[in-house]
């Protein structure tokens, strides 16, 4: 039972380039998150989804696209990556649907990636 | 949005009891108090959650205050790999709620041998 996976763990980007970050998670979770972490500080929401094809803005979406076609992934995009986007982004999953959602739902997350946009 | 405050720092000596504060005034009925702690390097990991009544599990304890404006979560003896930021959140009853979920600074937890 791997949990909430993360891929890559490290990445090392030129301002303007894109890529994607993928997040997998195995225990059939409804919802998954993105946040970003930057020195210092706690975590912040980018974007989440409350289930497969559905995506929203968290606090900080600005920059990023995310999309959620398989229930198990939640991909992270960044179109034209900037020198602020340089952060630890983790991804997180919550609440099986064996019953009504309730704040009692936990969230487990995964072990980050590092973002460097130079 | 229901937010709560937290110490930036605190400091224990190993094998003596924690106690990480929490204020949350402004916590409405169905939010649950979660604790998550995150340690060097990591992502965050569930410590414990409750609703009203204390609860207890291997990692630690969370004691409510009775008007559930405050709570503390309580290492009973720190050891070094407790050392870490620990996070107080508040997770609501209701589903569109996801978007309230944000974690602040948390309370780093420096234990001293």
């Known amino acids: 039972n791997a949990g909430v996976t993360q891929t890559p763990k490290f990445r090392v980007l030129k301002t303007g380039q894109s890529m994607t970050l993928l997040c997998a998670q195995d225990m059939n979770h409804e919802y998954m998150y993105w946040y970003r972490q930057d020195p210092g500080m706690g975590l912040r929401l980018i974007h989440y989804s409350v289930g497969e094809g559905t995506t929203a803005k968290g606090e900080v979406p600005d920059g990023y696209n995310v999309s959620r076609l398989k229930k198990q992934n939640f991909l992270l995009g960044l179109e034209s990556a900037a020198p602020s986007q340089t952060s630890v982004y983790f991804c997180?999953?919550?609440?099986?649907?064996?019953?009504?959602?309730?704040?009692?739902?936990?969230?487990?997350f995964g072990a980050g990636s590092r973002l460097t946009v130079l | 949005d229901a937010k709560t405050t937290q110490p930036n720092s605190m400091e224990s000596n190993e094998e003596e009891p924690v106690h990480l504060p929490c204020n949350h005034s402004t916590i409405s009925g169905t939010d649950y108090i979660h604790w998550y702690r995150q340690l060097p390097s990591q992502g965050p990991e569930y410590v414990i959650h409750g609703l009203t009544s204390n609860v207890n599990n291997r990692m630690a304890s969370l004691a409510i205050a009775e008007d559930r404006k405050s709570s503390t979560l309580i290492l009973h003896r720190a050891t070094l790999r407790d050392a870490a930021v620990y996070y107080c959140?508040?997770?609501?009853?209701?589903?569109?709620?996801?978007?309230?979920?944000?974690f602040g600074s948390g309370t780093q937890l420096t234990v001293l041998p």
């Open positions: 959140i508040l997770i609501s009853g209701s589903s569109g709620s996801a978007r309230q979920l944000t």
């Open positions: 997180a999953s919550s609440y099986s649907k064996r019953g009504a959602y309730s704040g009692a739902n936990v969230l487990t």
